[in-house]
């Protein structure tokens, strides 16, 4: 295999790893992460 055929393989999985993570990112509902802190000085907030 010569290197432009190479780099045309590399390319095509690159944009199925892209397609791949661009359909399946959509997939769970994203949700807040809300914990109370404990701040140096007992602050509160």
Do not use: K, S, Y
């Not at 199925?16 to 994203?30: C, S, V």
């Amino acid at each position: 295999m010569n290197w432009g055929r190479v780099r045309l393989v590399l390319l095509v999985l690159l944009a199925l790893i892209l397609l791949f993570a661009w359909i399946d990112g959509g997939r769970e509902p994203q949700r807040l992460i809300e914990q109370p802190v404990a701040l140096p000085g007992g602050g509160t907030r």
